[in-house]
């Protein structure tokens, strides 16, 4: 039989909604609301969601949509949760459009807005709002009230068409008839009583039931003649803890005119998706499980109806959500810590909003060398991840690394050209939301406006030493970590010893000060400690030591902003001299030789191919003699007591100078001039001391063994 749409194996990309519930009997109303289920699809081992997959007919289009639906975990409540399972399910189904939320929430009847038991809140408000807000998120403001600042996105535009069509009178009639399945009725049937009480009044306590509660406490609502589900369209409170305080509830009603509680849609801001709600209970202490079922089933039905009056060719024409292209040099370190604050502060300035008409939205980090300008533009983009369509990240210290940057991310696009300009035009045509980073933007007198595309689509991050640059955009100073931060930060870096925070606190602090609060200082330090050449306690007459001695012999180093790195780095570095260890005098060795080379093109390919090399060279020596008499010529250059930091020119360095000279046989030249034969090998490493902060201390070609 020759294959057809119809025909055709499902696959990972063939579905294009997602449906997320919170409880079990959510999830199995939502499976009973399908048409067709469809076989189940090997997952990637990442994703641990469980999902079922099937599809809802298109009223009158002869075709349908594939819906893959996911659950919470049991007994996982609350916004992260909903967060983990929608970047699960983002990441597997990279074809997906839109989402919806569905399950049941507290209400909050008011003469206004008749809401009820089984009734269900969309959130869409009329008035095109936001549909979610988050009223447990925000900041207290001394002599103020608490000021809230949480709100989600809008749905996407074709659910907002698909609501004001699902709003017509003929509508809500298909609606209720996806409640009259036998199965449906069985799972969730409807309850009989429908009580709310006075906000002030209330539940006794250990009272399983409301049999005891006085009737006269009961609130006069006008009576409804037909018992049938209303449908309300306005905003929805979310937020980590279940609401079961009327009066909290109706303050929280007025102040943002929400409808109902639920503890999930705030975690879901990079998942564009609408919000439907059954009303299970009034968000008071009265509330019980016994409308549960029947609320689920009405929000799954309405759900339903919404889906089969969106077009087929609607959703065709809708770019995916989530990420599609991650062009993200290496994960960020284990140790980052800090920078909530300037991580809130970007993500508020460069995600776009789907009605946001700003010009295009440009942060820019700036701050010392070593201070963690791309780490935090790493965790950045690995936290806001399902924000953006595609992530570039450009290293822009040269124009020859720019141009790499801008070929690679041809490459990964299929653009047939790969200069710069061609690179640009395309990202300035797509209408899906971009993130383009340049990382290292540290020559002075240099447009970096030339790496901009045109237009004001996407999102750009910028990471500098160079004051001018903020200029760009919006900016944050990134100098100092921040007495908190540093600490813990230190701590961590010192290993499992010093696990007992208020403990060393004092300690800490002391050598926080000591390295000014500098974050690749304190990496190094901590890795010092970890490694037992001395206790936390200690180490400030380390410090103290070596810093005079660099006073004496290499003043202009410790003259400049980068001394506490200069002094913590030739601690370690004086500890691997002293070693007995050979591996430790290797080590030092290879931080040497690492001096010399860029570090964005240090691959682990390099490294097999110098090992094979030697081993070639010690099989067989007597054929290649020239090749000892270089290599003790470049050992010449170089002298073992050279300190590491000796290498690094002061203040500016190699990349804005002079470069250090140093022999290298030439058929060990070869090693380094050869292509690797991968591009993207990363060599993961828990310690510190060899990779974990991103920058060198004063110049852009990271002569500080810190990669």
Not at 131 to 150: L, N
Not at 637 to 656: I, K, R
Request: charged share 25%; aromatic share 8%; proline share 6%.
């Amino acid at each position: 039989m020759p294959l057809t749409l119809e025909t055709m194996p499902l696959t990972l990309e063939s579905y294009q909604v997602g449906w997320i519930c919170a409880l079990s009997v959510e999830a199995e109303l939502a499976e009973l609301m399908l048409d067709k289920t469809h076989d189940l699809i090997p997952l990637p081992a990442r994703d641990e969601n469980i999902y079922t997959f099937g599809q809802i007919d298109v009223n009158g289009q002869g075709g349908s949509h594939n819906i893959v639906i996911a659950r919470l975990p049991s007994a996982e409540t609350g916004t992260a949760a909903a967060a983990t399972v929608a970047k699960d399910m983002l990441r597997t189904f990279t074809n997906l459009k839109f989402g919806l939320m569905v399950g049941i929430a507290g209400g909050i009847w008011s003469p206004e807005v008749d809401v009820r038991l089984g009734d269900v809140v969309v959130g869409a408000p009329d008035d095109n709002g936001p549909g979610v807000v988050q009223y447990d998120h925000g900041k207290y403001i001394q002599g103020k009230e608490f000021v809230h600042r949480g709100i989600l996105d809008k749905a996407p535009k074709v659910l907002r068409t698909a609501v004001s069509v699902a709003k017509q009178v003929r509508r809500r009639k298909t609606f209720l008839s996806h409640l009259d399945d036998e199965d449906v009725k069985e799972l969730a049937p409807r309850p009989t009583d429908d009580i709310l009480f006075e906000a002030a009044y209330a539940h006794p306590d250990g009272a399983r039931s409301c049999a005891g509660c006085e009737v006269q406490r009961k609130k006069d609502r006008p009576e409804r003649r037909d018992p049938v589900p209303l449908v309300h369209y306005g905003a929805i409170a979310s937020g980590n803890g279940v609401v079961k305080d009327a009066l909290f509830a109706d303050d929280v009603r007025r102040k943002h005119g929400i409808l109902c509680f639920e503890m999930e849609a705030a975690g879901l801001d990079n998942f564009p998706c609408l919000v439907i709600r059954g009303i299970s209970d009034y968000a008071d202490t009265h509330k019980n499980d016994d409308w549960h079922a029947y609320a689920a089933s009405t929000a799954a039905a309405y759900a339903k109806e919404l889906l089969r009056v969106v077009p087929l060719t609607a959703i065709s024409q809708l770019p995916s959500i989530g990420n599609k292209h991650w062009l993200v040099p290496r994960p960020s370190t284990p140790l980052f810590t800090g920078r909530e604050s300037v991580l809130q502060k970007m993500k508020d300035h460069l995600v776009r909003r789907s009605d946001d008409n700003r010009e295009r939205p440009i942060f820019v980090c700036c701050g010392m060398g070593g201070s963690g300008k791309s780490e935090t533009a790493i965790k950045f983009v690995e936290k806001n991840r399902n924000s953006f369509w595609g992530i570039f990240w450009v290293n822009a210290d040269t124009q020859d690394t720019a141009k790499q940057g801008f070929a690679e991310i041809a490459s990964a696009c299929s653009i047939s050209n790969t200069s710069i300009e061609d690179v640009k035009s395309w990202l300035a045509n797509k209408d899906s939301p971009w993130l383009l980073v340049l990382d290292n933007c540290d020559t002075m007198n240099k447009d970096y406006s030339s790496y901009f595309p045109s237009e004001q689509n996407g999102s750009i991050i910028m990471t500098t030493r160079l004051p001018e640059c903020k200029s760009y955009g919006l900016s944050d100073d990134m100098h100092k970590l921040g007495p908190e931060a540093s600490s813990s930060l230190l701590l961590r870096a010192c290993g499992d010893k010093y696990q007992d925070r208020e403990r060393h606190k004092d300690a800490a602090a002391n050598v926080v000060k000591l390295v000014d609060e500098l974050a690749i200082a304190l990496v190094h330090a901590g890795a010092y400690i970890r490694r037992g050449f001395c206790t936390l306690q200690e180490f400030p007459q380390r410090f103290h030591t070596q810093k005079e001695h660099i006073i004496l012999f290499r003043p202009n180093q410790m003259a400049s902003r980068y001394g506490s790195v200069y002094t913590t780095f030739e601690i370690s570095a004086e500890a691997l001299s002293a070693s007995g260890d050979k591996y430790d005098r290797l080590a030092l060795t290879l931080l040497r030789i690492l001096a010399f080379l860029d570090h964005e093109g240090v691959e682990e390919d390099i490294f097999k191919r110098a090992l094979e090399y030697c081993q070639v060279l010690n099989q067989n020596p007597e054929t290649c003699p020239h090749v000892f008499e270089e290599l003790a010529e470049a050992d010449t250059d170089v002298p073992c007591d050279v300190q590491p930091s000796q290498l690094v020119l002061e203040e500016h360095g190699p990349a804005h100078g002079a470069r250090v000279k140093i022999s290298v046989p030439r058929e060990m030249d070869s090693l380094f001039q050869k292509k690797p034969r991968s591009s993207t090998a990363v060599v993961p490493t828990e310690n510190p001391f060899v990779a974990t902060v991103d920058e060198e201390p004063a110049t852009g070609q990271k002569s500080c063994p810190v990669s």
